[in-house]
């Protein structure tokens, strides 16, 4: 009988279910290492992070040698004319660090200029919704204060990708000819990405001699050669020919922000995000309001926490759509939205049964990206999100330079006495946040979900799969994911109808019966719920754990 057991146990047809570990929509296991750890969007940008830690470079040179690469590999998401957000843990210090290098505002472009030229909202593309890209002087920041080799060193393998070309993935080929329709018409962009005519098709070579360049000159002289030099000038001039503001004082006067991140605890876990201009509270607010729920009990694919987790966020982005923004301008009560008591109050207006069509934002008292993140060997760990907005942003690509400018002051709102209300020299509200987990005080994940409004739902959703699913670092990105679209925005649209609420595949459609019988609008699409990686450090073992999922063409890799 044993035998007979034995020859059918191995011999008999694998199905698509039968895996030696992990849930069957586990792409992968994850990656484990001692010494160091990169997970990116990009297997070439990871390897040549990699490379930097080998050199005895520090988890911020690496990350900034990911973003250089990605700039170059991936300008469908991000790109050194764009804006910067990272939360670093220092192994030194035991403790956290927030940095803010996003830009402001022209100066000298008015609110009441959009409304004479007859805008209600802020251009998507185009000259008059550029603001100034922080990216770079956030790269410096953080290398002044926690690099360890050179920038020459940091960006010579981007250069060199830049000038000897590399192939192009499935995915960016497919995002770069879904953006000649939309921008390709801005001068100079066809001159810097389609320079045979067309986009580089999948496994075509490209090269970027403008970007790598450019890229040498930050190398060389640093990043006021970037905000002080020739390329702001080159900048300037050429926003101001295609009837845009930002100038080369805006430039000039650019400065990041080092800032406190903000945590709350779940369930014995403290989960950080950096505060407004940026969404990353919302993420704090929604699992503020999940805490109480049993959602373990309930299961990933089960329509109680979906519908749950749904109206959670309806409630958050309310109060996102109101308060998230600059807060040099606006007194943003990020204390108060975060807290416990807040979102008990909250709590009380979801009906467990039906969907909500609206609800109020609170009155407390008192879009596409890239996101990667290293650690090293010394036990530091870089989680950064980085991005031009609308995938290749504004269009506008000066001359020369090898890249587009983001397009972020279209999230400021042209309604009067909002907190995002646009003012000249203020930072537009932002969709791009970087997460990080601690435990008793100790670093235990870096983490981020890429995708405009998705991210604060893809962020909660990995810490859900994390600490009440009880899934792996791989699992957890890898789960399907519920993506709810159509709730008001800082930029002044209303939600009335309760929004759309869309499922990846793999949940089963009795699910969607149930919901759409609780009042929930259901809607089947492909490709917006975010990509995803993230670090574990396991102090018991004294090793990394690494993931990265398949909705993008990302890697970790470790040694």
Not at 241 to 262: C, K, Q, R
Request: charged residues 20%; hydrophobic residues 35%; proline residues 6%.
């Amino acid at each position: 009988m044993l035998i007979a057991f034995l020859i059918f146990i191995f011999l008999k047809p694998l199905s698509a279910q039968d895996r030696i570990t992990g849930h069957n929509f586990a792409s992968r296991s994850e990656v484990i290492a001692q010494n160091g750890m990169v997970a990116t969007s990009h297997p070439l940008a990871t390897q040549a992070a990699l490379d930097i830690l080998k050199k005895g470079g520090s988890a911020v040179d690496a990350a900034i040698t990911a973003n250089a690469m990605l700039g170059l590999m991936e300008p469908t998401g991000c790109g050194i004319g764009g804006d910067l957000f990272a939360i670093i843990w220092d192994a030194e210090t035991q403790q956290l660090y927030g940095l803010n290098a996003s830009g402001r505002s022209p100066k000298s472009l008015t609110r009441e200029y959009y409304l004479e030229q007859g805008y209600e909202l802020i251009p998507m593309f185009g000259a008059l919704t550029v603001s100034v890209p922080g990216a770079v002087d956030g790269w410096f920041e953080m290398h002044n204060k926690f690099g360890k080799l050179d920038m020459a060193t940091i960006l010579k393998p981007a250069i060199d990708y830049g000038r000897n070309g590399f192939p192009v993935t499935e995915l960016i080929a497919y995002y770069l000819e879904r953006s000649v329709s939309r921008i390709g018409h801005y001068p100079n962009f066809r001159e810097t990405y389609m320079p045979d005519g067309r986009m580089p098709a999948k496994g075509e070579i490209f090269k970027n001699p403008y970007l790598a360049n450019t890229y040498e000159i930050l190398a060389r002289e640093g990043r006021d050669a970037f905000y002080k030099g020739d390329i702001a000038r080159t900048i300037e001039a050429y926003i101001r020919e295609n009837g845009g503001f930002l100038s080369y004082e805006d430039m000039a006067a650019h400065t990041s922000t080092w800032i406190e991140p903000v945590s709350t605890n779940y369930r014995g876990y403290d989960v950080w995000q950096l505060p407004p201009n940026g969404q990353g509270i919302a993420v704090l607010q929604m699992l503020n309001i999940l805490e109480k729920y049993d959602i373990a009990s309930m299961g990933l694919f089960s329509p109680e926490y979906i519908h749950l987790f749904t109206e959670a966020k309806k409630l958050a982005y309310e109060d996102r759509a109101w308060y998230y923004a600059d807060m040099d301008f606006s007194p943003v009560p990020v204390q108060k939205l975060i807290s416990k008591e807040y979102a008990a109050e909250r709590r009380k207006l979801i009906n467990p049964e039906r969907a909500a069509r609206r609800y109020e934002p609170g009155i407390p008292e008192g879009p596409n990206t890239v996101y990667l993140t290293v650690a090293d060997k010394d036990g530091n760990m870089v989680s950064l999100i980085q991005s031009n907005y609308r995938g290749m942003g504004s269009g506008m690509t000066p001359p020369g330079l090898g890249f587009v400018i983001q397009n972020r002051g279209e999230g400021f709102t042209l309604q009067p006495d909002r907190f995002n209300t646009y003012e000249p020299g203020k930072r537009p509200f932002h969709t791009i946040i970087p997460g990080f987990i601690t435990k008793d005080g100790q670093p235990y994940i870096s983490f981020g979900v890429m995708g405009g409004d998705m991210q604060p739902q893809g962020h909660v959703q990995i810490v859900v799969n994390l600490v009440d699913f009880g899934m792996n670092l791989q699992e957890a990105g890898d789960a399907p994911r519920i993506y709810h679209t159509g709730s008001s925005e800082p930029t002044g649209q209303e939600m009335t109808d309760g929004g759309v609420l869309m499922l990846e595949s793999g949940f089963p459609y009795e699910i969607i019966r149930e919901l759409i019988q609780k009042g929930h609008r259901m809607q089947w699409t492909v490709g917006p719920f975010g990509g995803y990686q993230a670090i574990m450090w396991d102090k018991i073992n004294e090793v990394y754990y690494g993931a990265s999922e398949s909705r993008k063409d990302g890697q970790a890799a470790g040694y």
